[in-house]
């Protein structure tokens, strides 16, 4: 064998080796990519849950009936008779 075939077949096997290297490092990070979106994809989901929790609860805190129950009791607001209601003209 000539020096230049060897070195040839030196060449062509270092960079057999260097590929294989380079797909077994491109796959396990593939892998750890397809690991950090699947506990993104979870915390997403739990946060969209927790979202529609907290919604729900602002609807019922918000809603008109609850405010005037909560003014009587906690308050212990009441509504005005009509002779202590006066309308204001500008």
């Known amino acids: 064998m ?4 060897f070195f040839s077949v030196t060449f062509l096997y270092i960079a ?3 590929m294989a290297i380079l797909l077994v490092a491109n796959r396990h990070e593939a892998r750890q990519l397809f690991v ?3 506990t993104l994809e979870k915390e997403r989901d739990r946060l969209n849950s927790d979202w529609s929790r907290l919604k729900l ?3 019922t805190q918000l ?3 609850r ?4 003014a009587r009791d906690s308050l212990k607001m009441q509504k005005p008779s009509a002779s202590a209601i006066g309308v204001i003209r500008e």
């Open 57 to 59: 609860e602002q609807s």
């Open 16 to 18: 057999v080796i260097g």
């Open 2 to 5: 000539e020096r230049w075939q």
């Open 63 to 65: 809603h008109h009936l």
């Open 67 to 70: 405010i005037e129950q909560r």
């Open 36 to 38: 950090q979106v699947q």
